[in-house]
């Protein structure tokens, strides 16, 4: 079965940076995998797209992240990645990692991985 891990995340303060993985694992085929991303819900609020990359590597990020967020993935290992700078306050939330089956069209997502940047 699909599974994706995450790890990474923690507690920075604002202005730091933080690191973010997520391994997909289970798909018939690694080119089963299309887009990747990376979604964000912080309490009270509703889940937002921060970032996502094709297979090919084209990337979209959220306004709110342009600039201080990378995304990028390795498709021989099935990893996507996120390298977050100059965290805000803004940018706590619990991160997910999403992966979009090419065939079904399914979206997989994550546990989540809690950011929690201090002020």
């Known amino acids: 079965q699909v599974q994706l891990v995450e790890s990474g995340g923690g507690l920075v303060q604002a202005g730091g940076s933080l690191s973010l993985s997520c391994a997909a694992s289970?798909?018939?085929?690694?080119?089963?995998?299309?887009?990747m991303g990376w979604y964000r819900q912080a309490p009270g609020k509703q889940r937002e797209l921060v970032a996502i990359?094709?297979?090919?590597?084209?990337?979209n990020y959220a306004d709110s992240v342009k600039g201080r967020f990378t995304t990028s993935r390795d498709n021989a290992k099935s990893m996507v990645y996120l390298q977050m700078n100059s965290l805000k306050p803004e940018d706590t939330a619990i991160y997910y990692c999403?992966?979009?089956?090419?065939?079904?069209?399914?979206?997989?997502w994550g546990q989540g991985t809690q950011v929690t940047v201090s002020s």
């Open positions: 990359i094709s297979r090919g590597g084209n990337t």
């Open positions: 999403n992966v979009n089956h090419r065939r079904s069209g399914y979206d997989y």
């Open positions: 289970g798909f018939e085929s690694a080119f089963d995998i299309g887009p």
